[in-house]
């Protein structure tokens, strides 16, 4: 199995499970993913290098505008998708192998942990997991220590709340915030 393969059956939402080649392939590509970072957060880079980091650790380039305070974390790399004029501040950590996808002009405050992964329930294949995407639209603007779950879709527009824990879709132009989030109000 390759690289591409092994993006596209988490990005189909397959299972992984504990032990088998997925799995050791997940593994392969944390390692990487935790150099790469540490590179990142080792010492100061001017922002074309910090671009240029994420570039490495995405595998594909990073769109205009971007810009990044680190320290970063990300257990994968290769699964986050950035659009334009992007900024992320520091602390977050992203768990990425389910697919992380932000859209245009989105602003991630400090220390937003986006989560990708859910293991099983089930306590015999505990060490398995199963994938499901985050996603961002555009104009998106997470507040600092929020949390977004698996499988979550924030629309165009909307803000979470500092420390929200983002369970359910967020609706485009919305604000949400609380444990669980819940909408607190529209935009107009």
Same mark, same amino acid.
């Given at each position: 199995?390759n +690289?591409? +393969?092994y993006?596209?059956?988490?990005l189909?939402?397959?299972?992984?499970e504990?032990?088998s080649?997925?799995h050791?392939?997940?593994? #392969?590509?944390s390692?990487?993913?935790i150099?790469?970072c540490?590179? /990142?957060?080792?010492r100061?880079?001017?922002? #074309? +290098?910090?671009k240029?980091?994420?570039?490495?650790?995405?595998?594909r380039?990073?769109?205009?505008g971007?810009?990044?305070?680190?320290?970063?974390?990300?257990?994968? !790399?290769?699964?986050i998708?950035? %659009?334009?004029g992007?900024?992320?501040?520091? %602390?977050?950590?992203?768990q990425d192998?389910? !697919?992380?996808?932000i859209?245009? =002009?989105?602003?991630?405050?400090?220390?937003?942990?986006?989560?990708?992964?859910?293991?099983h329930?089930?306590?015999a294949?505990? %060490?398995?997991?199963?994938?499901?995407?985050?996603?961002?639209?555009? #104009?998106?603007w997470?507040?600092?220590g929020? /949390?977004?779950?698996?499988?979550?879709?924030? !629309?165009d527009?909307? /803000?979470?709340?500092?420390?929200?824990?983002?369970?359910? #879709?967020?609706?485009?132009?919305?604000?949400?915030?609380?444990?669980?989030? =819940?909408? /607190?109000?529209?935009i107009?």
């Amino acid at each position: 199995m390759n +690289e591409q +393969e092994y993006l596209e059956h988490l990005l189909a939402g397959e299972a992984v499970e504990a032990g088998s080649d997925m799995h050791l392939m997940m593994h #392969d590509l944390s390692q990487e993913a935790i150099r790469i970072c540490m590179e /990142i957060n080792g010492r100061y880079h001017a922002p #074309d +290098e910090l671009k240029a980091l994420m570039e490495e650790l995405t595998g594909r380039p990073i769109p205009e505008g971007f810009a990044l305070f680190p320290p970063f974390n990300a257990d994968c !790399g290769r699964n986050i998708h950035l %659009g334009k004029g992007v900024f992320i501040n520091s %602390g977050c950590k992203f768990q990425d192998q389910g !697919g992380i996808f932000i859209g245009d =002009r989105c602003l991630v405050g400090h220390n937003v942990v986006i989560a990708t992964l859910n293991h099983h329930m089930n306590p015999a294949r505990r %060490g398995g997991m199963t994938p499901k995407p985050v996603r961002l639209g555009s #104009d998106v603007w997470v507040g600092s220590g929020a /949390i977004l779950l698996p499988g979550v879709t924030v !629309g165009d527009g909307a /803000i979470v709340a500092a420390g929200a824990v983002v369970t359910k #879709d967020v609706e485009p132009r919305t604000v949400v915030g609380g444990n669980p989030a =819940r909408c /607190i109000k529209q935009i107009k």
